[in-house]
Nanobody
Framework: VQLVESGGGLVQAGGSLRLSCAVSGFTFDDYAIGWFRQAPGKEREFVAAISRGAMSTYYADSVKGRFTISRDNAKNTVFLQMNSLKPEDTAVYFC?????????????????WGQGTQVTVSS
């Protein structure tokens, strides 16, 4: 099982980045995918999630209206489009997959995790 994030980097405040999460090793269509982030000295926090069939999406209040999650089941990939980035968005971003569970916000409900990609937003 592999989840590989890419697309991170350094961007100025107000800029945009598009993160990708490429998945292999399990039936992608059967899993919901979430994005989490972890800033230095802080706990890993929920950012966004998308259901198996992409019928439902969920966002943290801090990114609502700025970030958009989407998935391409044909390519086994999930995307996180991040616009109007702020310095407080600086963190390592992780994607994660879950087969089933209650709250999409809960880290414990996710079965597989990627290694993360660094996003740095300068002021």
């Amino acid at each position: 099982v592999q989840l590989v994030e890419s697309g991170g980097g350094l961007v100025q405040a107000g800029g945009s980045l598009r993160l990708s999460c490429a998945v292999s090793g399990f039936t992608f269509d059967d899993y919901a995918i979430g994005w989490f982030r972890q800033a230095p000295g802080k706990e890993r926090e929920f950012v966004a999630a998308i259901s198996r069939g992409a019928m439902s999406t969920y966002y943290a209040d801090s990114v609502k209206g700025r970030f958009t999650i989407s998935r391409d089941n044909a390519k086994n990939t999930v995307f996180l489009q991040m616009n109007s980035l702020k310095p407080e968005d600086t963190a390592v971003y992780f994607c994660a997959a879950r087969f089933r569970g209650d709250s999409f916000l809960a880290r414990s409900t996710y079965d597989y995790w990627g290694q993360g990609t660094q996003v740095t937003v300068s002021s």
